[in-house]
């Protein structure tokens, strides 16, 4: 099956630098989506991309769909303590095909 | 606008016995879906229901596993009987139709569950 590669497993940054999460696959899909998840809570939706090359913000998020359809990056800019989580980056492959969610990345923020 | 709801919060039994999880989705969701997510990973889609309907149930264990919808509502996952890999998050999501691509999937906080 499908499968997303997130790495490192975990990031750990100053609060107020930049971070950026990338997220690769060896397969093609047609929809990527970023979320995110808080500890005890179900991971919640940050960004959704539908378009190669789709550039999308949201607030100090931005994330983009590869051109070749295999990858995404999403990138947080002038961190903040609450950013602190861990973000999957999840896709799939048509309108009915089920979600693959990648493995995640914790990200720590340093004060 | 409530969100998903799910119960017990956290669950602990001994392996070969029994448990039982409930979800009730966000009013007017015809999509619900269970995930179990291991600690590490990332969810992982057990069973899909539209509506009361079975729509894909590809990676539930169902020598185990099973799931209701009974009137197309609430929902409730059963392990039967647990392992010890079974120690998971379960996570119950819904959403409004069947053809959105996940941009519109509300997951619930999960049940944490320990196979002891």
């Known amino acids: 099956g499908q499968q997303l590669n997130q790495s490192p497993q975990s990031m750990f940054i100053q609060e107020g630098e930049d971070v950026s999460m990338n997220c690769t696959s060896s397969?093609?899909?047609?929809?990527w989506l970023w979320y995110k998840q808080d500890p005890g809570e179900g991971p919640v939706l940050l960004i959704a991309l539908y378009k190669a090359g789709e550039l999308t913000s949201n607030g100090r998020l931005t994330a983009q769909f590869g051109i070749t359809r295999k990858d995404s990056f999403l990138n947080i800019s002038a961190s903040i303590p609450s950013d602190v989580g861990i973000y999957f980056c999840?896709?799939?492959?048509?309108?009915?095909?089920?979600?693959?969610f990648g493995k995640g990345i914790t990200l720590s923020v340093r004060p | 606008e409530a969100g998903v709801a799910q119960s017990p919060r956290y669950k602990i039994i001994e392996k070969r016995q029994s448990v039982a999880f409930w979800c009730n989705p966000i009013s007017g969701h015809a999509t619900l879906y269970w995930y179990q997510q291991i600690l590490g990973q990332g969810p992982k889609l057990l069973i899909q229901?539209?509506?009361?309907?079975?729509?894909?149930d590809s990676q539930l264990p169902k020598d185990r596993f099973s799931a209701e919808r009974l009137k197309g509502v609430d929902s409730t996952l059963k392990i039967q009987p647990a392992k010890l890999e079974d120690s998971a998050v379960y996570l119950c999501?819904?959403?409004?139709?069947?053809?959105?691509?996940?941009?519109?999937?509300?997951f619930g906080s999960g049940t944490q569950l320990s196979v002891l």
């Open positions: 229901f539209q509506n009361n309907g079975v729509v894909d």
């Open positions: 397969s093609i899909f047609n929809t």
């Open positions: 999840a896709g799939n492959t048509g309108a009915n095909s089920k979600l693959t």
């Open positions: 999501a819904s959403s409004a139709g069947l053809r959105d691509r996940g941009e519109k999937l509300f």
